[in-house]
Structures are given as structure tokens and as C-alpha cells.
């Protein structure tokens, strides 16, 4: 427009100029012609714009300088019915890049323009120079059933030497994808690549889906509005609509909704640097305007669009999912009212519930009989505690041989006799003491009490009667904490982590960028906001189940209370003691950990993975401190002080995924901190918590060492715990020994791996102590064993499919992306979430009903491992 001015000006009538009205008009023709020759002198007097009509498909050699200017002037007719791309293609001959070309592509509703060299910037500015450089002109909608258009390209430069060129428009006849056809072409940093699609008759969901055979170069997948300018390059891709990096794969789940013109562009673009897919990381330039080769980044890539599900999929996968799971609330009831018969029926069949035992003559669980701990049937002999007084010696033997002195041991038929004289005697007494061998009663002073402790806990066998003490309304209430602490915790927690997930769902939709969420984008389904609907889906059934368990446990807790109300002397007297505090901590974690699952595949990645994991650590750790209960009630942890090691073990969590990759440091500081906390931990529970932390300790260790090692050669004298704890350290300290030497990326699942070994090599050692013990599994706890197990399996082998890991970038997460198994909805993800959760169901049911085998045998027979 200024070299048009310009000419005009030269030979423009100086007298007929115009200007403002209150300007004679002389003055302003003498200013106007002032101005114009100025600003003509500015822009130089001598340059010559050559304008030409070009046709399509020919290549145009021509040279430019900065004395002249070419005009390429383009017409083309376009329909509403057919679409076609036009793509203009660069190369520049010559190898001068202080002067670049400059081409500008004039349009009726657009203006492109770019230099050649094309300069492209990458990580740290690194600069890279491309001499071919291609680029397809957006398509601007017409509402004419047939349109002719027009466009110049503008060839310039401010080189006063000339710069070779070559220029070629042509025709993009497959511009419009079609559905479900494959459609195939090669991308470049300079050359990008961008197709249309238009949404077919009912149609309002389709899946675009870009593959390659491929790994690098780096490439980014974009779909954009129809609209001009289209965003191509890798510096502007990101300005609007959805993207994605890839390597192989890459979906994008697009909407009608999303898109008012019914249509959209595919654009791919491929990166000047690979690191945002994981690749290695280039040399640094050796001066801040050095430009880097870029070598060859052609990219084959494979482009298809199909409909996604319709609302009837998504109706199956709902009723499909409530269907399952609330299948198991019959299944449950008809259970219960099996096993209410066969309790009614084994009530019928032994001493009715309001006589005691002098009055029928019978002592309930002397037809029990064990195996290889009992000694011709006595429980407890005299010598056993005076070994165990004896041969420890440590802090306690002389508090152990004052008290044999005081108090006579009676051997099991004198037991016997003293419970049912006990029992004939106390009728205004409740029914709810303890028939244990010692009662405190007797005891005049707390450091009698203290004593006592001492013995019974380090005899050789204890029975449950020895740990079973203390006020059940104590306890009771003491384990009911763990239920409440629980519910305050997961109140606490579930707020921020949902109002949080949200946030990243509102990121993700407002910015388009997908690399922040790692989902299964070949099976990601979107409902309303939510952009995987059916990862959040398949979370239901740990509620569902979680709270199916409470109301299982709730029942047992009501018969329980009547029974004791009653005075039945089986649930005073006999079996494991109830308490139920922990199952409903239990089932609360199970219901918790759905729920927060569900927020974490809202949008998963690395900084919201503990949410998916932190009521894990806590089931299991719940579990664990159920299965220790059992046999130990007296002396199991409190509630704060099994949440304060949760706590830290949450912490450690955190911390290991975000300073544990390859952080040596971190990794040593860990080790050390678990093969510490495993030895204390296995002191504690060989010595049923009779030792201290204080500055003797060590004394106290070399002095055991030495009289019963070295001087006396003795064995251990709890030989099954210390199997026990000899396995557990070996398993510990091998994890400990993986960890520091292949220092997992994944330190959250590497943590839950710890958790879960220890559970299971505690879950294999009750069982195999309860075989040896002379129990048995009823019917219904070994259909619960062998169905769980088989569940788990199952659920293992769909969980390490890994569908997606947040351990790697987004581009080579979506490598693993697979299609849909499971009525074209659900994914092995989601089945591992189906069976996972069936199977944590399972395990619970297995440590409520492990030991109803004990429920007729007197505690002074059920032996403590």
C-alpha cells in the first residue's frame, strides 16, 4: 500500500491534493506531497512490484531482492458441498540466511506469513533453520453453493543480493477425513499437516486416532475449531483447542457440543526436540545465535476418526456395574440365614444359653483337642513357667521367681475345677469377667499387677484367657477409636482431594492440554465435565462392598451384644473375644478408598497419586492389626498409634515420589529407616511389648546373647515367633536391598509392595500356626480363602497390564493405551478395579469368619501365636 501511495503521489495533480478544511488548500497539497515523498524515500524509490497470475500445481523458480517484490495472485471455486485444502510449498536454494524470505499469503478472511529459513526455536531457544517449509491455507466456510476466491502470495526480502526460491500451490484433494478410514501422509517441523472433518448424521461423539510405527520425532496432535488462522506450528499449537504429544499413539475424544460448525480440524505438528516424549536431550549451542541442523524429522503418521459409544453403552456399563455388585446383598443374605441355621442348630445340640456348666455337667470346649503344642494334654505346667522365668535372663527373672514363691500354677484339670467353681460362685458377679488363670483381684499393689505381667507374657505357650484381661467395656471402647479416627480422617482427607480434582478437570477443559491427565485415551469415555467416566465408574464397587461389610459386621455386633446380655456363656467365656471396632475401621477404609480412587482417575497423574494409595496402606495396616488382635487383644496398638504410623508411612509416600527418583540420598536415608524400624517392630512382638528403650538396652542384648548362645547354647525359647520374625526380616530386608540398588521410579506402588508381602506372609503364618494349633476353617471361612485367592489373581493379572503410567511422559504413557475389552466401556483397568474390589471384600470376610471355629472352645485353650 505504501509503494501504491507512493506512485500515486508522483503522479498526483499537486493542486487537486486534499487535506483538512481549514488548511488553504496550496499549504496541504505542498504538506501531502512532503509527506509522500518522505515516507516514499523511506521505504525506497526504486522498488519494483511485479505482480503474476499463477495457476495451481506449477513450480515457480524466481529470484528476489530488495530492489524487487513478487505477487503470485491465485483464484480458486469453492463449494459448500466439497471441501479442498491448498497448500503452498517453499524451498529456498540459496544457503544465506541473514536475509530470510518472507512470503505472506493474502486470503478474504486470513493472512499467513512465514520466513524461509524457517527458524524454529526449541528447549533452552536452541535454534533450528528449515530451507523447505510447507503450509496449508485455512479453509474460510462460504454460504454460496459455489464461490470463487482469490489470494496473493507476496515474495520479499530485504537481501541486497538474490535469493533463489521455489514456489509451488497446489491442491489438497483428501482434505476431508472420512469415518473409519484410514488415511495416511508424512509431517515435518516446517511441513505440518492438518485435515477436516465433518460430523455425519447422528453422530455426536466420534475418536480421533493417530498412530505410527514410528517412536520419534516428537509429535503433538491438536483439534481445533474451523476457523483462520489454523495453529501449526510447534510454537503456537497450544494456543487453542485440544492437544496432546505423542510418540505411536495418540485419542482424542472429540464432542458435536464442543464444536457450533458441526466440523473440526485434525492438526499434527511435529516437535523440533524430542524431550518433551522422553527422548535424550541435545547438545547445548556453543554461542547463543548458533543454529543447530535439525536433521531429517519426517514423520509417517496415520490418521482415523470413528464414532464413539452411543448413550445405550453407556446405559449397559451403569446397569452392568450396580448389577454386580448389588448381586452380592442377596447372595450375603442367603448366607446369613444359612449360617443362622447351622448356629441355631449347634445351640440346639450343646449346653442351652442360660445353664452353666456345673449344672449339665459339661465344659464347653473340652472335646477340643491341639496338636503340637500341648504336652499329654496339660495347658500349662509349672515347669514351663519356671523355664520361662529362668532362662530369660534379663530384667524379670527375679520378679518371676517372687511371684512362683507367692502364687501356686495350676495345671489345666485344677483350672478347670477353680473356673467352675468361680462361676457357681459369683452369681452377683457379671458374667463378663475374665475367667483367666490369674485375676487381678488378687493383687493388693500396681507393681504386683505389673509382675504378674511379666510372667504371663513371657511364658512359653500363652493362651488367649493369658491376653484376654482387661475390661471388655474397655477394650471395646478402645477399638471403637480406630472407627471413629477413621471417619474424622476420611472426612478430613476426601474435602481438599475432591475439591482439588475438580480444579484439575477444570484445567483440563478450559486449556485443552491432555498431557496432564494419563488416562486410557483409547477407552476414555466422557459424561457431562468428567473426561473418563467409566475409570470413575468402576471405582463403585469398593462403596458398594465396603458398605455390604459394615452391615455384615453391625449384624455380628448385635448378636453379639444380645448374647452378652443374655449371659451366654459361649460368648463370655469362649472363642476369639469380639471386637468390632476394627472391621468397621475396616470396611470405612474399603468404602474410602472407592471414593477417592474415583477422584484420582478424575484426572491421574503423579502429583495425585497418593490419594489412589494412602487407604490402601491404611487396609492394610488394618488388616495386620486385625490378625494380631485376634490372638492378642489386650496388648494390641491404640488407635493413635496406629495412624501415627500410617501417617508416616503416608509421608514417606509423598516424599518418594517426589524426591525418590534416582535420588540416591533419599534412598539410603529410606533403607536404613525400614531395616531399623523391622527390628524394633520384631522385638517388640517377641517380647509381647516386656522390653525397654533405655540406655541398658545394649547391655542387656549382649548379655542374652551371652548366656543363651554363647554359655548355654539354648535355642530361641518362642520358637514360632521367632520363625515368624526371622522371615519377616528376611523379606524386609530384601525389599530394603531391591530398593536401594534399583531404585524404582514407582515409589508409591514399591511402598504398597512392602505393605502387602508383610500382610501375606502374616495372613500364611495364622493359618499355618491355626493348622498346627489342631484348628479348623469351617466351611464357609475356606470357601472365602479359596474364592479370594482366585479373585486376586485374576485381579493381579489385569492390573499389571498398565494401561497408563504417569512414571514415563504423556506421549510414551499413551503407548500402552489399549481399546476397550469389557462391553466396549470398561478397560483392564477397570475390570482390575471390579475384581480388586470383590477380592478386598473376600480377604475381610476371611478374618471375620477365620476363626468361627472357635467360638464353643474355652480361651484357656486357644493358644496365642
Not at 492389626?625 to 503416608?650: E, F, G, M, W
Request: hydrophobic share 45%; aromatic share 12%.
Amino acid at each position: 500500500m505504501v509503494f501504491r501511495s507512493c506512485w500515486k503521489s508522483r503522479h498526483k495533480n499537486v493542486s487537486g491534493a486534499a487535506g483538512p478544511r481549514w488548511i488553504r488548500p496550496g499549504l496541504a497539497a505542498l504538506l501531502w506531497f512532503c509527506v509522500t515523498q518522505f515516507v516514499c524515500g523511506a521505504v525506497g524509490e526504486t522498488k519494483n512490484v511485479v505482480q503474476k497470475d499463477a495457476e495451481f500445481d506449477v513450480t515457480y523458480n524466481d529470484t528476489v531482492t530488495s530492489e524487487n517484490q513478487t505477487i503470485y495472485a491465485f483464484n480458486h471455486t469453492i463449494s459448500r458441498n466439497k471441501t479442498e485444502g491448498v497448500r503452498v510449498t517453499v524451498d529456498v536454494l540459496s544457503q544465506g540466511l541473514e536475509s530470510p524470505i518472507l512470503f505472506v499469503v493474502r486470503q478474504k478472511q486470513a493472512v499467513l506469513s512465514f520466513q524461509v529459513p524457517l527458524i524454529l526455536r526449541g528447549l533452552y531457544q536452541r535454534k533450528y533453520p528449515y530451507n523447505h517449509v510447507g503450509r496449508t491455507l485455512c479453509q474460510p466456510p462460504t454460504r454460496a453453493l459455489s464461490e470463487t476466491q482469490y489470494f496473493f502470495v507476496d515474495v520479499s526480502t530485504l537481501s541486497s543480493q538474490g535469493t533463489n526460491y521455489q514456489l509451488r500451490v497446489s491442491r489438497v484433494e483428501s482434505f476431508t477425513l472420512q469415518t473409519d478410514k484410514k488415511f495416511s501422509f508424512t509431517a515435518s517441523p516446517s511441513q505440518p499437516q492438518y485435515f477436516k472433518y465433518v460430523f455425519p448424521d447422528g453422530v455426536d461423539t466420534v475418536i480421533v486416532k493417530v498412530n505410527s510405527d514410528m517412536t520419534f520425532p516428537c509429535s503433538v496432535m491438536s483439534v481445533q475449531d474451523i476457523q483462520c488462522p489454523v495453529y501449526d506450528l510447534d510454537n503456537n499449537v497450544a494456543f487453542i483447542g485440544m492437544y496432546q504429544t505423542m510418540t505411536k499413539k495418540g485419542a482424542i475424544t472429540v464432542q458435536r457440543k464442543d464444536f457450533p460448525s458441526n466440523s473440526f480440524y485434525v492438526v499434527i505438528v511435529v516437535k523440533t526436540e524430542d524431550e518433551a516424549c522422553g527422548g535424550p536431550l541435545r547438545f547445548y549451542p556453543l554461542r547463543p545465535d548458533e543454529l543447530i541442523d535439525a536433521g531429517n524429522r519426517s514423520k509417517a503418521i496415520d490418521v482415523m476418526v470413528s464414532p464413539a459409544i452411543n448413550s445405550e453403552v453407556y446405559v449397559m456399563g451403569m446397569l452392568f456395574c450396580l448389577g454386580i455388585f448389588l448381586s452380592f446383598y442377596p447372595l450375603t443374605l442367603l448366607m446369613a440365614c444359612v449360617e443362622n441355621k447351622r448356629i441355631k442348630k449347634r445351640d440346639l445340640l450343646q449346653i442351652p444359653a442360660d445353664t452353666s456348666p456345673a449344672e449339665t455337667g459339661k465344659i464347653p470346649g473340652v472335646q477340643y483337642e491341639y496338636g503340637s503344642f500341648a504336652d499329654n494334654g496339660s495347658t500349662l505346667s509349672s515347669e514351663a513357667i519356671t523355664d520361662s522365668a529362668t532362662s530369660t535372663d534379663n530384667n524379670y527373672g527375679y520378679i518371676g521367681q517372687e511371684l512362683l514363691k507367692r502364687r501356686p500354677i495350676l495345671n489345666h484339670s485344677q483350672h478347670i475345677a477353680v473356673s467352675i467353681e468361680r462361676s457357681l460362685d459369683s452369681v452377683g458377679r457379671s458374667r463378663q469377667e475374665s475367667l483367666s488363670s490369674v485375676e487381678e483381684d488378687d493383687y493388693d499393689t500396681l507393681d504386683d499387677i505389673d509382675s504378674d505381667k511379666n510372667i504371663v507374657r513371657t511364658k512359653k505357650f500363652l493362651y488367649v484367657s493369658d491376653l484376654a484381661r482387661k475390661d471388655k467395656r474397655i477394650l471395646s471402647k478402645k477399638y471403637q477409636i480406630y472407627f471413629w479416627n477413621i471417619a474424622t480422617i476420611a472426612v478430613f482427607y476426601a474435602l481438599p482431594v475432591v475439591q482439588l480434582v475438580i480444579t484439575y478437570q477444570t484445567v483440563v477443559n478450559v486449556t485443552g492440554n491432555q498431557d496432564i491427565c494419563f488416562y486410557n485415551f483409547l477407552c476414555a469415555h466422557p459424561l457431562g465435565a468428567l473426561s473418563a467416566f467409566n475409570n470413575i465408574l468402576s471405582n463403585m464397587g469398593y462403596v458398594m462392598l465396603g458398605l455390604l461389610f459394615l452391615l455384615i459386621v453391625l449384624k455380628r455386633d448385635i448378636i453379639h451384644n444380645r448374647a452378652m446380655v443374655r449371659n451366654d456363656l459361649n460368648a463370655l467365656e469362649c472363642g476369639i473375644p469380639k471386637h468390632f471396632g476394627l472391621f468397621y475401621a475396616m470396611g470405612t477404609a474399603l468404602m474410602m478408598e472407592g471414593l477417592l480412587s474415583a477422584c484420582y482417575h478424575v484426572c491421574p497423574n503423579y502429583t495425585n497419586f497418593q490419594f489412589d494409595t494412602s487407604f490402601m496402606y491404611m487396609i492394610a495396616g488394618l488388616c495386620m492389626l486385625k490378625l494380631y488382635q485376634k490372638r492378642h487383644p489386650d496388648i494390641n496398638a491404640s488407635a493413635y498409634t496406629a495412624y501415627a504410623c500410617l501417617a508416616a508411612v503416608i509421608f514417606f509416600s509423598v516424599l518418594g515420589v517426589v524426591f525418590g527418583k534416582g535420588n540416591m540420598v533419599f534412598w539410603i536415608v529410606f533403607s536404613v529407616i525400614h531395616i531399623l524400624a523391622t527390628m524394633l517392630l520384631s522385638t517388640q512382638l517377641y517380647y509381647m511389648g516386656r522390653w525397654r528403650m533405655d540406655s541398658g538396652v545394649l547391655r542387656r542384648i549382649v548379655n542374652i546373647i551371652y548366656t543363651d548362645s554363647i554359655r548355654q547354647c539354648s535355642g530361641p525359647l518362642y520358637i514360632d515367633r521367632m520363625v515368624l520374625l526371622v522371615m519377616g526380616n528376611i523379606v524386609n530386608w530384601s525389599l530394603a536391598a531391591y530398593g536401594l540398588i534399583e531404585r524404582p521410579n514407582d515409589f508409591a506402588s514399591y511402598l504398597l509392595a512392602i505393605a502387602i508381602c508383610n500382610l501375606l506372609l502374616y495372613f500364611a503364618f495364622y493359618i499355618i500356626m491355626k493348622m498346627r494349633s489342631g484348628e479348623r476353617i469351617q466351611c464357609l471361612a475356606l470357601v472365602c480363602i479359596l474364592f479370594t485367592a482366585v479373585v486376586w489373581g485374576f485381579a493381579l493379572y489385569f492390573f499389571f497390564q498398565g494401561l497408563s503410567t504417569w512414571q514415563k511422559t504423556p506421549a510414551e504413557s499413551r503407548e500402552h493405551n489399549r481399546e476397550c475389552i469389557l462391553l466396549s466401556f470398561f478397560d483392564d483397568h477397570d475390570i482390575w478395579h471390579f475384581l480388586s474390589s470383590i477380592a478386598m471384600f473376600g480377604s475381610f470376610l476371611v478374618l471375620l469368619t477365620m476363626d468361627d471355629d472357635l467360638d464353643t472352645v474355652q480361651r484357656d485353650k486357644i493358644f496365642v501365636f
